[in-house]
């Protein structure tokens, strides 16, 4: 089912009760930045399964970031998977990769092979609670190539996702609330033109894992 974004409510729930487990939800008129939304991707034990392996066995890590002449531990824990090759980085954070575990390289082939793209790279985010996020930004590195298809895999409690235009304000934020086991991903010009966050909520003190698989052009 294709659905246009004007025509959404405030937030779309993942729950919804459309047959289609695949929605494309264009981010412009022109269809230039698009998502790609499959909802249950994974089945909810799979899902489940999944959550308490990585919660346990990922070797999670606060970075810290530098703002306004002042470090501070970012709100969330992460860790970066890839090829060595893979070297990415953001914010004055260098990430060195950890090797793909079977577990993780299984989910990758199987988001590969629903949605066509290949990558070789993972960052892994744990919101240990509401409390932990992600503040609005563009997935827009350079190593990510011109155009980055980010596949983002939810694992754990359900969180809101939103996304809102970087310089328009004529289109209105979108939010998602993604649920375990649904695979988001964003492609086309999204990056260019949209910035996406996982807001901190007072809703839960429940963790999630965010998997986003990308793609790295190494020089
Ligand atoms: O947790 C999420 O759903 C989003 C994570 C994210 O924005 C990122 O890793 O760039």
């Known amino acids: 089912m294709q659905q246009d974004l004007f025509t959404q409510p405030d937030a779309v729930d993942s729950k919804n009760n459309s047959e289609d487990p695949v929605e494309t939800l264009y981010l412009d ?8 939304f499959y909802r249950g991707f994974l089945n909810p034990d799979r899902a489940a399964s999944l959550f308490k392996t990585l919660q346990k066995d990922v070797p999670w890590r606060q970075d810290r970031i530098r703002i306004a002449g002042k470090e501070i531990p970012i709100p969330r824990l992460q860790a970066w998977f890839g090829n060595i090759d893979a070297q990415y980085g953001y ?35 744990y919101y240990r609670d509401g409390q932990d996020s992600v503040s609005w930004h563009a997935d827009d590195e350079t190593e990510l ?11 754990g409690e359900t969180r809101r996702f939103s996304l809102k235009h970087k310089h328009d304000k004529s289109f209105d934020t979108l939010h998602l609330d993604l649920h375990q086991g649904d ?36 020089k």
Request: hydrophobic share 40%; proline share 7%.
């Open 29 to 36: 008129p022109e269809r230039l930045s698009f998502l790609q």
């Open 91 to 125: 914010s004055g954070i260098a990430l060195t990769p950890i090797p793909f575990s079977p577990t993780l390289s299984e989910i990758k082939n199987a988001i590969e092979a629903t949605c066509g793209d290949n990558f070789n790279s993972l960052l892994a985010n």
């Open 145 to 155: 190539g011109t155009n980055p298809v980010i596949a983002s895999l939810s694992l």
């Open 183 to 218: 695979l988001l991903i964003m492609a086309g010009e999204t990056q260019h033109h949209w910035l996406h966050q996982v807001a901190k909520t007072k809703k839960t003190r429940e963790p999630r894992i965010n998997l986003t698989f990308r793609k790295i052009y190494v």
